[in-house]
Nanobody
Framework: QVHLVETGGGLVQAGGSLRLSCAAS????????MAWFRQAPGKEREFVAA??????????YYAESVKGRFTISRDNAVNTGYLQMNSLNTEDTAIYYC???????????????????WGQGTQVTVSS
C-alpha cells in the first residue's frame, strides 16, 4: 500500500511554470504505475500524464492538451513523483491529483478508475 501527498500547486500567470510533487510513503512509488489527473470546476476528471513502474518500460504517456508543455518524472531515491508544467494557460486551471496503481496494462494507463491510490489533490490556478 502507498500513501500519496501532492504539493506545489498555486497561482501563476499565463505562460508561467509550476512543478508539482507527489510524495509517497509506505511502499516504493517505483513499484507502481504513476499518473497525474486533473479536474476543473464543472468538468470531469481528465488524464494528464502517466509512466510505467520501474522495469516495465520507459514510455511516457501524455494527454494531447499538455504534450510538449508538461513532463512527468519520478525520483526513486526520494520516493517522489513530479509534474513539471510549463507554458501554462488558463485552461490548465484545475485540481491536480497523482495516482498509483499496480498491474495496469498499457491501454489502461489513461483510465483513472484503474488506479487504486490517490492523493488529496493540489489546486493550480492560472490567471490571464
Amino acid at each position: 500500500q502507498v500513501h500519496l501527498v501532492e504539493t506545489g500547486g498555486g497561482l501563476v500567470q499565463a505562460g508561467g511554470s509550476l512543478r508539482l510533487s507527489c510524495a509517497a510513503s509506505g511502499r516504493a512509488l517505483s513499484t507502481y504505475a504513476m499518473a497525474w489527473f486533473r479536474q476543473a470546476p464543472g468538468k470531469e476528471r481528465e488524464f494528464v500524464a502517466a509512466m510505467r513502474e520501474r522495469g516495465r518500460g520507459s514510455t511516457i504517456y501524455y494527454a494531447e492538451s499538455v504534450k510538449g508543455r508538461f513532463t512527468i518524472s519520478r525520483d526513486n531515491a526520494v520516493n517522489t513523483g513530479y509534474l513539471q508544467m510549463n507554458s501554462l494557460n488558463t485552461e490548465d486551471t484545475a485540481i491536480y491529483y497523482c495516482a498509483a496503481g499496480s498491474g495496469l496494462i498499457t491501454s489502461s494507463l489513461r483510465l483513472g478508475e484503474q488506479y487504486a491510490y490517490w492523493g488529496q489533490g493540489t489546486q493550480v490556478t492560472v490567471s490571464s
